[in-house]
Protein backbone atom coordinates (compact mmCIF):
# COMPACT_ATOMS: atom_id res chain seq x y z
CA UNK A 1 0.00 0.00 0.00
CA UNK A 2 1.50 3.39 -0.71
CA UNK A 3 1.25 6.65 1.04
CA UNK A 4 -0.84 8.22 -1.34
CA UNK A 5 -3.63 5.25 -0.42
CA UNK A 6 -3.34 6.50 3.36
CA UNK A 7 -4.40 10.33 2.91
CA UNK A 8 -7.92 11.61 2.32
CA UNK A 9 -9.74 14.60 2.37
CA UNK A 10 -13.14 15.76 2.37
CA UNK A 11 -14.77 19.54 2.34
CA UNK A 12 -18.37 20.20 3.86
CA UNK A 13 -18.35 16.27 4.38
CA UNK A 14 -17.90 15.68 0.34
CA UNK A 15 -14.86 13.54 -0.04
CA UNK A 16 -12.00 15.10 -2.30
CA UNK A 17 -10.11 12.76 -5.41
CA UNK A 18 -6.92 11.53 -4.20
CA UNK A 19 -5.49 14.34 -6.25
CA UNK A 20 -6.99 17.01 -4.45
CA UNK A 21 -6.32 15.39 -1.29
CA UNK A 22 -2.64 14.95 -1.58
CA UNK A 23 -2.38 18.49 -2.63
CA UNK A 24 -4.70 19.67 0.33
CA UNK A 25 -2.24 17.63 2.24
CA UNK A 26 0.72 18.68 0.81
CA UNK A 27 -0.51 22.54 1.12
CA UNK A 28 -1.43 21.78 5.02
CA UNK A 29 1.70 20.15 5.70
CA UNK A 30 3.83 23.39 4.66
CA UNK A 31 2.24 25.45 6.23
CA UNK A 32 2.24 23.60 9.52
CA UNK A 33 6.03 23.09 8.64
CA UNK A 34 6.34 26.79 8.80
CA UNK A 35 3.91 27.93 11.29
CA UNK A 36 3.36 24.73 14.19
CA UNK A 37 0.20 24.30 15.04
CA UNK A 38 -1.35 26.85 13.09
CA UNK A 39 -4.02 25.12 11.79
CA UNK A 40 -6.76 27.95 11.95
CA UNK A 41 -3.98 30.16 9.92
CA UNK A 42 -4.00 27.67 7.34
CA UNK A 43 -7.80 27.67 6.94
CA UNK A 44 -8.19 31.76 7.38
CA UNK A 45 -5.63 31.92 4.08
CA UNK A 46 -7.91 29.37 2.29
CA UNK A 47 -11.30 30.33 2.52
CA UNK A 48 -11.66 27.84 5.03
CA UNK A 49 -13.66 27.94 8.53
CA UNK A 50 -11.92 25.13 10.19
CA UNK A 51 -9.38 22.21 9.29
CA UNK A 52 -8.93 19.50 11.24
CA UNK A 53 -6.51 16.55 10.63
CA UNK A 54 -7.84 13.02 12.41
CA UNK A 55 -7.55 9.22 11.56
CA UNK A 56 -10.24 7.32 9.72
CA UNK A 57 -10.80 3.88 8.17
CA UNK A 58 -7.07 3.16 8.82
CA UNK A 59 -6.29 6.66 6.51
CA UNK A 60 -5.31 10.30 7.46
CA UNK A 61 -7.98 12.40 6.58
CA UNK A 62 -8.07 15.87 6.33
CA UNK A 63 -11.42 17.34 7.44
CA UNK A 64 -12.59 20.86 5.62
CA UNK A 65 -15.54 22.97 7.46
CA UNK A 66 -16.14 26.23 4.59
CA UNK A 67 -19.42 26.90 6.93
CA UNK A 68 -19.80 26.80 10.40
CA UNK A 69 -20.55 23.39 11.34
CA UNK A 70 -24.03 22.13 11.62
CA UNK A 71 -25.39 22.55 15.31
CA UNK A 72 -24.75 19.01 17.83
CA UNK A 73 -27.93 17.19 18.65
CA UNK A 74 -28.89 18.45 21.89
CA UNK A 75 -27.76 16.14 25.13
CA UNK A 76 -31.01 14.05 25.75
CA UNK A 77 -32.43 14.87 29.18
CA UNK A 78 -31.91 12.34 31.87
CA UNK A 79 -34.64 9.93 32.13
CA UNK A 80 -35.97 10.57 27.95
CA UNK A 81 -34.85 6.72 27.21
CA UNK A 82 -37.68 5.39 29.53
CA UNK A 83 -41.37 4.46 28.60
CA UNK A 84 -44.30 7.12 28.79
CA UNK A 85 -46.47 6.51 31.67
CA UNK A 86 -49.33 4.01 31.24
CA UNK A 87 -52.88 5.94 32.18
CA UNK A 88 -52.88 3.90 35.67
CA UNK A 89 -49.83 6.85 36.35
CA UNK A 90 -46.98 3.58 36.57
CA UNK A 91 -44.52 3.57 34.18
CA UNK A 92 -45.26 0.79 31.23
CA UNK A 93 -42.89 -2.51 31.63
CA UNK A 94 -40.00 -2.55 29.65
CA UNK A 95 -38.89 -5.85 27.52
CA UNK A 96 -38.31 -8.75 29.24
CA UNK A 97 -40.75 -11.31 30.69
CA UNK A 98 -44.18 -10.39 30.75
CA UNK A 99 -45.82 -9.99 34.92
CA UNK A 100 -47.07 -13.12 36.16
CA UNK A 101 -49.26 -11.52 38.97
CA UNK A 102 -49.00 -9.38 41.97
CA UNK A 103 -45.95 -10.07 44.29
CA UNK A 104 -46.85 -11.36 47.90
CA UNK A 105 -45.57 -9.71 50.62
Do not use: I
Request: hydrophobic share 30%.
Amino acid sequence: MSDRSNLSASVDGAPLSEEEARDLWTRFSRHMDEHRGDMAGFARENGYVSVTPTFEHGRALLVVRTTEAPPEKPAPRPGADRPAPRANGKPAPRGGAPARGKRRR
